[in-house]
């Protein structure tokens, strides 16, 4: 299993609007996605007030690859998320057992 964790900051000025987007848009999405076996979808607290995350263990690379494509490593951006997300970190771990 491949835990990859997906982390964005956003524009001050877009926090609302990406808030929207994520709740809308991509919670949705993730749920609904063969071969996502956990998910958890982390909003901004007090401290980071601009950072968004989303924590998904996959079944394997192969389920991701089918989700993501074959540059798997780079972040999936929806388009809606263009102009909203300043920066964007996605890192990858193996799941211990």
Same mark, same amino acid.
């Given at each position: 299993?491949?835990?990859?964790? &997906?982390?964005?900051?956003? #524009? ?7 808030? $929207? &987007?994520? =709740? ?8 609904? !996605? $063969? ?7 982390? =909003?901004?607290?007090?401290? !980071?007030?601009?950072?968004?995350? *989303?924590?998904? =263990?996959?079944? %394997? ?5 089918? &989700?993501?494509?074959? %540059?798997?490593?780079?972040?999936? *951006?929806?388009? %809606? ?11 990858? #771990?193996? =799941?211990?057992?």
């Amino acid at each position: 299993m491949i835990l990859r964790i &997906f982390r964005v900051s956003i #524009y001050e000025d877009r926090i609302e609007e990406f808030r $929207d &987007f994520f =709740l809308n848009t991509a919670v949705p999405l993730m749920k609904s !996605t $063969d071969g996502v076996e956990v998910i958890h979808f982390g =909003l901004p607290r007090p401290e !980071t007030p601009a950072e968004f995350a *989303i924590v998904m =263990l996959w079944r %394997d690379l192969e389920a991701l690859k089918a &989700f993501v494509g074959e %540059d798997w490593r780079v972040p999936h *951006i929806h388009p %809606d998320e263009e102009a909203i997300v300043r920066e964007r970190h996605l890192d990858h #771990y193996d =799941l211990a057992a």
